[in-house]
């Protein structure tokens, strides 16, 4: 059974920081990863789709990386806002039962 | 522009009642999902389709049911409810493949005394 693991639960850093989110899967056989955020009270919001095939995908301040082989991937958010603030979910779209699973998020808060 | 919608956005209602989640999208999506989110659980698959007519268990299906008569709806249905059903419910659609992006509706904070 696939599991996804994010690390940490939660993290608190400095308006303007770098910072990387870290999400692990045990199932190496996906078709994808996908990077959600969602904020309090709100739906997911799709921030980046990595194919299996593919190393990374940047959008803007954002950069996502993915090594199929270790069941690794990062989210790497540059010169952090406070409007970054939210909770992060990554999920792997996996080849045997067609789901996606989900990690269980790592909350973020960007002080100013 | 395209959206996913769910109606309602709250529901309270009692143990033992029928209850039916609205789920439309206007991208005209193949593939549509439900997950509920729940703290210590994440977000679990209940049920999903590839199309109109096809249905598909999920992780916790036990005590739903879904039914798919066009492209643009995929309803959730407790035939009844229960006090573990309390959770807030999430819709979303892909275009029609494996590799193709998820999107999410709103939500539907669902609450069964």
């Known amino acids: 059974k696939q599991e996804v693991t994010q690390i940490p639960a939660a993290l608190s850093v400095p308006e303007g920081e770098n910072l990387v989110l870290n999400c692990s899967f045990t199932d190496s056989a996906i078709y994808n990863l996908q990077w959600f955020r969602q904020d309090p009270g709100k739906g997911l919001t799709s921030l980046l789709l990595?194919?299996?095939?593919?190393r990374e995908q940047t959008s803007g301040r954002l950069n996502a990386s993915l090594d199929k082989s270790s069941g690794r991937s990062t989210l790497y958010i540059a010169a952090s806002q406070p409007g970054d603030s939210a909770t992060y979910l990554c999920?792997?779209?996996?080849?045997?039962?067609?789901?996606?699973?989900f990690g269980e998020g790592t909350q973020l808060t960007v002080n100013p | 522009d395209a959206e996913i919608t769910q109606s309602p956005r709250h529901k309270i209602t009692e143990t033992g009642r029928q209850v039916t989640l609205a789920c439309h999208q206007t991208w005209n999506h193949n593939n549509m999902f439900w997950y509920r989110q729940d703290l210590g659980h994440g977000l679990r698959l209940i049920h999903y389709s590839y199309g109109v007519q096809d249905t598909n268990k999920g992780e916790v299906s036990d005590g739903y049911s879904v039914s798919r008569s066009n492209t643009e709806d995929l309803p959730l249905t407790l035939e009844s409810a229960a006090s573990s059903q309390t959770s807030v419910y999430f819709c979303?659609?892909?275009?029609?493949?494996?590799?193709?992006?998820?999107?999410f509706g709103p939500g539907t904070r669902l609450t069964v005394l």
């Open positions: 979303a659609s892909s275009p029609g493949t494996a590799y193709n992006e998820q999107f």
């Open positions: 990595i194919q299996s095939s593919q």
């Open positions: 999920a792997v779209y996996q080849t045997s039962g067609s789901r996606l699973t």
